[in-house]
């Protein structure tokens, strides 16, 4: 029981990282729109998403958005969506030698 605790533990730790990569990276693109002096109209205008999706997608804690999203949004404000792997680590902690910070790069 107690291997099974520590286990639903360990998933959960790693779902909240996933999460927490994703609200970074979305804050990264609020932050380039922003520096860019773009609106929400201009970027939907460049990527297709509505106005207020963007809006969600920049404040709300809950959102999940897909790697499609991501791209498209990047793509609008001159970014570059890159996803890669890591070593799982139950604990949630980087492995040794990778990088966990940035996702967008320049396009």
Do not use: C
């Not at 790693?14 to 932050?31: G, I, W």
């Not at 920049?58 to 991501?70: G, Q």
């Amino acid at each position: 029981m107690e291997a099974e605790k520590d286990e639903i533990l360990a998933k959960a730790r790693a779902v909240k990282v996933t999460h927490q990569a994703a609200r970074q990276v979305l804050a990264e693109l609020r932050s380039a729109r922003e520096a860019q002096g773009l609106s929400l109209a201009a970027v939907q205008e460049r990527s297709g998403i509505t106005r207020e999706a963007i809006s969600k997608l920049e404040n709300s804690e809950s959102v999940n958005p897909t790697v499609l999203t991501l791209s498209r949004y990047a793509l609008a404000v001159g970014k570059q969506l890159s996803i890669g792997l890591v070593d799982y680590d139950p604990e949630g902690r980087p492995a040794n030698g990778s990088r966990r910070n940035s996702h967008v790069r320049e396009a």
